[in-house]
């Protein structure tokens, strides 16, 4: 059996902010359509498209209204064909995100599910009686801060929301909503979608007997958020999921070649349920958590979370990534590690890429894209509304796409955008990079061409070598085709051991046995 999505490439397209192509400043199927040729001479394999359903947006689009549907926003089913079509004709699969933990309190399900106690549809989400003092069910918090329950006076009760109050959660406890569920989901099959990515796969259950959460050992302050306070074992990552993840799997394999990508939300054992959500051939295809999304940049925590996952589980496959749409981009998150320019960008790529499991770049990570920083007045993200400063949200990751540096908002629309296009990067446009020797765009595409051309990259095993920090190191594959990895994760030049050559690694092209790997080096060789 083919399966393509071993090693694979998959580009992160953030819809809002790709490409306008009807002038109202915010993107749309349209103009993604016109750039797909950007994403395929990069060497990506498939796009993962984020939420494009009818949305009153006020999580922009993970609030979903209308789960066979677009929102008119980006353009019609129509836009959607001809983009699966254009992709298709380049070689590139189409994987769109599914929300199905919450939808929008504007989903006509929520909206007969609310009227009454009694109605078609009243267990369609969790509810709950308050405590005989009127206070929520139990202590459940909510991710985007505060309680996890919302009143409802027409009920009486109190709904689940894991996120923001106008997200309510969806009841899969319940067979029919879990049968609507996968409805929608066959519905996007037969349109000719080639994947799912499963937004917080883990949230998709609730202990059905509503017990508290225990807390986590205290800090020397609290968190920002104090959803940080709890080990949520009982809200979500509930042993029920399993069984429906196989549900999803069995519908998914009716159709050939299509993939299940699940993200594993922050969990104190996240690469523990990546590798339990992927085990054998009856559950995701692949999962991906925030293990590598953080802030930490050392070789101890990269072999940690990389031999963490195969040693758990060396029959799942995960997905890796270092930037997306909910976290500060990586080349302004590491940028403490940056020896100047753009080293930590090719040297992020370099490492990415060389990595054992699919692989996720973000929109803008190929051009070595910074964190844009936006003030209190530019926010729309409702994480950076509820705590900024100490957190600023996630608008400084999902500014749009810069094409071309001199043009108006860099080339992303003919209207002001959503969000600001800022100097810092707009200096980053695709027409600085593309052609250019050593930019991080041409190296990216190298890389990626490096990668597809390596069946060691592609499918081989991961050994780690025993270095001294801030070396890592490690080998992939065995034998002729073996490709030896070398990383230098600091900012100052490092001297290479000789035994390093001569024994870990065996002979060396291109590189000396003694010399040295520079600030935010790296090197592969066989």
């Not at 060691?456 to 095993?461: D, E, I, R, S, Y």
Request: charge should be negative.
């Amino acid at each position: 059996m083919h399966e393509w999505w071993r090693g694979a490439v998959i580009y992160q397209i953030y819809p809002r902010s790709f490409q306008d192509d009807n002038g109202d400043g915010v993107g749309d199927l349209p103009g993604i359509t016109r750039r797909l040729d950007h994403v395929a001479r990069l060497g990506a394999d498939a796009i993962w498209l984020s939420p494009i359903f009818p949305s009153p947006m006020a999580d922009m689009g993970y609030d979903v209204s209308d789960y066979t549907g677009i929102d008119p926003l980006f353009g019609t089913l129509d836009d959607f064909d001809a983009l699966v079509a254009r992709a298709h004709d380049l070689g590139l699969r189409v994987i769109i995100d599914q929300v199905i933990s919450h939808s929008s309190d504007q989903h006509p399900w929520f909206i007969e599910s609310r009227k009454s106690r009694k109605g078609p549809k009243a267990d369609w989400y969790v509810w709950a009686d308050p405590k005989p003092d009127g206070s929520p069910p139990n202590n459940w918090l909510s991710v985007f801060g505060g309680p996890a329950w919302a009143w409802d006076a027409r009920r009486r009760q109190y709904y689940l929301h894991n996120f923001l109050d106008s997200q309510p959660d969806l009841n899969l406890h319940n067979q029919k909503v879990q049968k609507a569920l996968l409805d929608a989901m066959r519905f996007w099959l037969d349109r000719g979608v080639d994947g799912f990515r499963l937004d917080t796969v883990n949230f998709y259950f609730h202990d059905d007997r509503l017990r508290d959460n225990p807390p986590m050992p205290a800090g020397p302050l609290p968190p920002v958020n104090p959803y940080d306070m709890q080990d949520h074992v009982y809200s979500k990552t509930r042993p029920e999921n399993l069984a429906f993840l196989k549900k999803m799997r069995a519908l998914t394999d009716r159709y050939p070649d299509r993939m299940l990508l699940g993200e594993v939300g922050a969990s104190l054992r996240a690469v523990e349920i990546m590798g339990e959500y992927t085990r054998g051939s009856d559950r995701l295809h692949m999962a991906y958590s925030f293990e590598l999304l953080g802030p930490d940049f050392t070789p101890s925590h990269f072999r940690a979370v990389i031999e963490g996952f195969f040693k758990g589980a060396p029959d799942g496959w995960p997905c890796w990534s270092f930037s997306n749409h909910d976290v500060n981009r990586h080349v302004t998150r590491w940028a403490k590690h940056d020896a100047g320019g753009d080293a930590l960008a090719r040297q992020a790529a370099a490492l990415l890429l060389s990595l054992q499991g699919g692989i996720c770049l973000y929109q803008g990570e190929e051009l070595g894209q910074t964190e844009t920083d936006i003030v209190w007045e530019e926010l729309t993200d409702p994480v950076g509304l509820r705590f900024w400063p100490d957190n600023k949200g996630r608008d400084g990751c999902r500014t749009p796409m810069v094409w071309e540096r001199d043009a108006h908002a860099a080339g992303f629309s003919a209207a002001e955008p959503w969000l600001p296009v800022k100097a810092p990067q707009r200096v980053r446009a695709v027409d600085t990079q593309a052609g250019v020797e050593g930019s991080v765009l041409e190296t990216c595409r190298r890389l990626i061409a490096f990668r597809k051309a390596s069946p060691a990259l592609l499918h081989g095993g991961t050994r780690f070598l025993d270095l001294p920090a801030p070396l890592l190191g490690f080998v992939r594959g065995e034998g002729e085709g073996a490709v030896n990895c070398l990383f230098n994760l600091s900012p100052r030049a490092v001297k290479l051991p000789k035994e390093i050559g001569d024994t870990a690694l065996g002979p060396r092209q291109g590189l000396e046995t003694a010399g040295k790997i520079e600030a935010n080096g790296w090197g592969f060789w066989g």
